[in-house]
């Protein structure tokens, strides 16, 4: 059993409250996720030449034992491009104007026990273990800003509690997804992708489901078009929210054995395991609610 929350707000003047609306949502999934929390945040993207990436260093609670200073000082010495870091604790943002495949082989030769999570123009991610009160106060989520996000908070059931199992996942450059529920053919999805050069750096049945859909709008789909093969593809009991740069999408598979709510209004899509992670959002009582059908796609434009 886990949690998962989205939110998408329609009106400019709420992206810079994105975070104080979101931090609620997510603890109130404390009782769905108490073990690990996370959270991927879409903001104004980065000019077309340059790229980021979401950095877990594992080292320290507080990331007092790393210095992420001196990594971007040691990438401008090695590679000869400037980085900007910005560091909460044991994770940072690195931004940097070259090709992200070149710094993150960097990053993995010279710093083999860094974690990457994210990569891309838009996306931030965070994620830890700890309830979702004590990964969101570490990370300061309620002070995040943007347009929209994808957090979960996670009761482990098929693999072991650590950040890099914790949701969401993510794949290629900004898409990320959050999972409720069990997949039934995950090494079957690995299967069918690790022969066309896709790997894999957990054992958890999310991370097949995010790579095949994202591999499917590598290869040309529209998210439309991908979820229809995931539907085809994909199976178990399950319900995704999943996040690009411009679009917050939901499904639920053909039995709809995991539960979702959708809030709507003027302002904001805002989605949720249970409502009562919804109840606490302003208008929330003149909003559309609604619960998601099975096998349907719900796709909202940021």
Avoid at 145 to 161: D, F, I, Y
Avoid at 234 to 244: I, R
């Amino acid at each position: 059993m886990c949690g998962i929350v989205g939110l998408l707000v329609k009106t400019p003047a709420l992206r810079e409250r994105l975070g104080e609306l979101m931090v609620p949502m997510l603890i109130g999934m404390t009782e769905r996720g108490p073990d690990s929390a996370g959270l991927a945040v879409f903001g104004q993207p980065l000019p077309e030449s340059e790229r980021k990436i979401s950095l877990y260093s594992g080292l320290t609670e507080d990331g007092a034992d790393f210095n992420w200073l001196g990594l971007s000082h040691e990438l401008k010495s090695h590679l000869g491009v400037s980085a900007q870091v910005e560091a909460k604790g044991n994770h940072a943002v690195l931004s940097f104007g070259l090709a992200p495949e070149v710094v993150k082989r960097w990053v993995k030769e010279h710093y083999p026990k860094l974690h990457i999570l994210s990569t891309g123009r838009s996306i931030d991610l965070y994620k830890d273990i700890g309830t979702p009160a004590e990964v969101a106060a570490r990370y300061g989520f309620a002070g995040l800003k943007g347009s929209h996000l994808v957090g979960h908070t996670r009761m482990a059931t098929e693999s072991a509690v650590t950040p890099d199992r914790a949701h969401p996942f993510t794949a290629g450059e900004d898409f990320c997804l959050v999972h409720n529920g069990s997949l039934s053919n995950p090494n079957g999805i690995r299967r069918m992708l690790e022969p066309r050069g896709i790997s894999f750096e957990t054992d958890n049945d999310t991370e097949a489901a995010c790579r095949f859909l994202e591999w499917r709008l590598r290869e040309g789909d529209d998210l439309e078009t991908a979820l229809q093969k995931g539907f085809e593809e994909l199976d178990g009991f399950y319900t995704f929210l999943m996040g690009t740069p411009d679009k917050l999408a939901l499904i639920r598979d053909p039995f709809a054995c995991k539960p979702a709510v959708v809030a709507e209004t003027d302002d904001y899509v805002a989605i949720a395991s249970e409502f009562r992670s919804l109840a606490h959002l302003p208008g929330v009582k003149h909003a559309h609610v609604f619960e998601p059908a099975p096998e349907e796609m719900y796709v909202w434009n940021a």
